[in-house]
């Protein structure tokens, strides 16, 4: 069964000069256990589905189901706090917080706090493969390679099983850009999750599961 849906999203961006089609009636579904890969030329589309998916904005038509029910019918705002965890290129760690307080940050958002969202936040540390002395540096004292990863902790802390990645590849060497596939791969595989990754990529699109090309707002499904 599928965790997230998408049935015939059109999205429109307008102002008083001109409309842009940035979507035009999008059909796909993702389930739990694989990668998928969106890929496509700057400006088809895939950055602003992964927005549409991560409950940043609406569908001008159509609608997104996460779980069977409609983005448009539930409280966006939980609905990142609690059900969209997303991985970014520039990995968007809060500089003034320890690795620890960046990693537990989003349990402390759902009320969980103090020595079990510490305890939490070692064990992630831990599954990403970085040492438990990491926990208390600030992110500016860690390679891009390690931030990833920490910013990978943080979206599991979020406790849901849909993971979207916007480019996480994109500001690392080839060594530690393979370690991050390696993991949103065992996160798929083993863990269970639903990992979308929107990426230029080709190794990511090579190891994918099920790889989904944009083009000029439109969505087609591609071997793998």
Do not use: W
């Amino acid at each position: 069964m599928s965790i997230l849906e998408v049935h015939g999203v059109t999205y429109r961006y307008e102002n008083k000069y001109q409309t842009v089609n940035a979507l035009n009636g999008v059909d796909c579904a993702f389930e739990e256990g694989q990668l998928y890969a969106l890929v496509g030329k700057s400006g088809s589309g895939k950055s602003t589905l992964l927005s549409l998916m991560a409950g940043l904005m609406l569908p001008t038509e159509g609608e997104i189901l996460f779980e069977g029910k409609a983005t448009a019918s539930i409280n966006l705002n939980r609905y990142r706090r609690e059900n969209a965890a997303v991985i970014y290129q520039s990995f968007r760690l809060l500089p003034l917080l320890t690795v620890s307080e960046n990693v537990t940050y989003p349990m402390e958002l759902r009320g969980f706090k103090g020595k079990q969202a510490r305890e939490k936040a070692a064990e992630l540390i831990a599954r990403v493969g970085l040492p438990e002395t990491v926990l208390n540096r600030f992110p500016d004292m860690l390679s891009g390679g390690e931030q990833q990863r920490v910013a990978v902790a943080r979206a599991m802390s979020m406790d849901t099983k849909l993971l979207l990645a916007d480019e996480p590849t994109g500001n690392l060497d080839t060594e530690n850009s393979r370690l991050i596939i390696d993991l949103l791969l065992k996160l798929a595989h083993e863990d269970g999750y639903c990992v979308v990754v929107v990426t230029h990529d080709l190794d990511i699109a090579a190891r994918a599961d099920r790889v989904f090309r944009m083009r000029d707002g439109k969505l087609a499904p591609e071997e793998s």
